[in-house]
């Protein structure tokens, strides 16, 4: 079955015994047994839970995975993830990387002795350089944000694999209905399900997939000792949202070309990175490896003053953190998703005081290039009054 009816009908078949098109949520945490020695399949809900159970097969039948596990939160994704490695262990990972990720590797995997080096992972050769004795995987983001950068995934697992590395990838960005990381080789694909696939900014949530029956096994035994499990409302939100998800996507592509198309167009822009659009450095190969273009895009403003009004005179487009909700979001990186980079690695990957970050969502079309063409001039006309 294709992938939009798959998604349209998440969890409406599993429950026969009442014929519910919604999976109910369960609340229980612990399961009778029907006798010693005997389970239903569920004992107590952190190992096992009737709709977090859903979930994970709805999402790794998504993704072509062996398993999904669904955790708290993308961090909590992440964190279960890393606890794969141990002392001494290396891992090579994207320059641009999402702050909370880079965060948890420096000041607490680093603690663990877990190191990282960061790298613009389309440069096979500098990667090369960077392997250790205790080098065990590659962490990837493609696109990354802000920047938009995009990565071979089918190149980079290959390397790895020849290697005897592991291939991590965050998916959050594209969904599995737009980028299938481990049809490409990837062993691991993470999602901060709070972006595209709860799509309305109302659910934190984290998932895991993995390729494999070792991995899966060895995941599922992190998963549920270190509990860092979804709930059942929250699994119940999520598959809620992911009915809708081929749809959303659909509409955030198109908004986000317009408004980029727009901005490119726009003279107080100097800049705008859109893998979508075909001067973006990465479009040929998001084109090949991914079936469509994500919401979130970058542009950088020719005057750095011209920031701050405009995040003040925006009527409908709310100047927050987050992205991949069908409600716009303007961002500013520097100060808010990065600010825990340090400001030699945001200089170096171009995070810098004129970039905004837009998570386009699925308003009118003409609604968006107003709000923003408004605002745009009233910063402007503070400028120059000033
Ligand atoms: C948001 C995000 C995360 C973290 O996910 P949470 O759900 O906020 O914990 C990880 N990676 C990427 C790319 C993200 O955008």
Known sequence: ?????????????????????????YHSTAFRHPRLGQSTGFDYSRTKSPTRSVLEKAAADLENADGG???????????????????????????DLYGGTYRLLEQILSRYGITASYVDTNDIEAMEELCQGGTKAVLIETPTNPLMMITDIEKVASWAKAKGYLTIVDNTLLTPFLQRPLDLGADIVIHS?????????????????????ELTKQVAFLHNSLGAVLGPQ????????????????????????????????????????????????????QKRQASG????????????????????????????ESLGGVESLLTYPAVQTHADIPIEIRKKVGVDDRLLRFSVGIEHIEDLIADLGAAIDAALQEIKEA
């Open 1 to 25: 079955m294709n992938i939009e009816s798959r998604l349209a009908q998440i969890g409406s078949q599993e429950d026969p015994n009442t014929g519910a098109v919604n999976f109910p949520v």
């Open 69 to 95: 596990f669904a955790c708290s939160s993308g961090m909590a994704a992440l964190t279960t993830i890393f606890a794969l490695f141990g002392q001494g262990d290396h891992l090579i990972v994207s320059l």
């Open 193 to 213: 399900a709070t972006k595209y696939l709860g799509g309305h900014n109302d659910v934190l949530a984290g998932l895991i997939m993995t390729k494999g029956e």
């Open 234 to 285: 929250d699994s119940y939100l999520l598959m809620r949202g992911m009915k809708t998800l081929a749809l959303r996507m659909e509409r955030h592509e198109y908004n986000s070309i317009k408004v980029a198309e727009w901005l490119k167009a726009h003279p107080a822009v100097e800049e705008v990175y859109h893998p979508g659009l075909p001067h973006h450095p990465g479009y040929e190969i």
């Open 293 to 320: 273009n994500t919401g979130i895009f970058s542009f950088r403003m020719k005057d750095a003053r011209t920031v701050e009004p405009i995040l003040r005179h925006l009527k409908l487009i709310a100047f927050a």
